[in-house]
T-cell receptor
Framework: ETGVTQTPRHLVMGMTNKKSLKCEQH?????MYWYKQSAKKPLELMFV???????ENNSVPSRFSPECPNSSHLFLHLHTLQPEDSALYLC??????????FGPGTRLTVL | QKEVEQNSGPLSVPEGAIASLNCTYS??????FFWYRQYSGKSPELIMS????GDKEDGRFTAQLNKASQYVSLLIRDSQPSDSATYLC?????????????FGTGTQLKVEL
């Protein structure tokens, strides 16, 4: 596989469920990102990992928990989400100070 | 004031015309500027990056940057129906260790036959 991949592509979960989103990059980058995209809103940066260390946490509620076990993999653990958390969740990767490349996204629906 | 502003559109242009997309930003310390294209239901795709004042051309696309006016634009020549998408302007400032991009809400472009 090439580029940035994300699984699952679609996810429907209840408010009491726990689920995880997975992102993998095959570009040799050492920075990875989670973004949230809601309708009519700009892309919102959630978390940034650089060299597997979290360098940015954009005031994201604790019901979202990121994990970066190595420079190629990034997870977003979800628990007790709210309906307003329904959105497209995008993963991206880059070398520091260079262009970011996005994965296909996970369309999340919280019932 | 929004950090990165774009007209949401839709901007309608006839096939073969030049489409002009504009973006302004508030952070004077911004260093790098990017244009992404996003088709409905898809993720953003990088189409242009520009780092210094002036024009940068790549095929039918030209990015223009004026740091003094805090303005960046994207011109699409010979517009095709396949160019119909939302175009996102992104700006990298000096905060967040240089890794943080701030996005505009995007301009929807419609190229009509």
């Amino acid at each position: 596989e090439t580029g940035v991949t994300q699984t699952p592509r679609h996810l429907v979960m209840g408010m009491t469920n726990k689920k995880s989103l997975k992102c993998e990059q095959h570009l040799g980058h050492n920075a990875m990102y989670w973004y949230k995209q809601s309708a009519k809103k700009p892309l919102e940066l959630m978390f940034v990992y650089s060299l597997e260390e979290r360098v940015e946490n954009n005031s994201v509620p604790s019901r979202f928990s990121p994990e970066c076990p190595n420079s190629s993999h990034l997870f977003l653990h979800l628990h007790t989400l709210q309906p307003e958390d329904s959105a497209l969740y995008l993963c991206a990767s880059s070398d520091p100070y260079n262009e970011q490349f996005f994965g296909p996204g996970t369309r999340l629906t919280v019932l | 004031q929004k950090e990165v502003e774009q007209n949401s559109g839709p901007l309608s242009v006839p096939e073969g015309a030049i489409a002009s997309l504009n973006c302004t930003y508030s952070d004077r310390g911004s260093q790098s500027f990017f244009w992404y294209r996003q088709y409905s239901g898809k993720s953003p795709e990088l189409i242009m990056s520009i780092y210094s004042n002036g024009d940068k051309e790549d095929g039918r696309f030209t990015a223009q940057l004026n740091k003094a006016s805090q303005y960046v634009s994207l011109l699409i020549r010979d517009s095709q129906p396949s160019d119909s998408a939302t175009y996102l302007c992104a700006v990298r400032g000096i905060t967040g260790g240089g890794n943080k991009l701030t996005f505009g809400t995007g301009t929807q472009l419609k190229v009509e036959l």
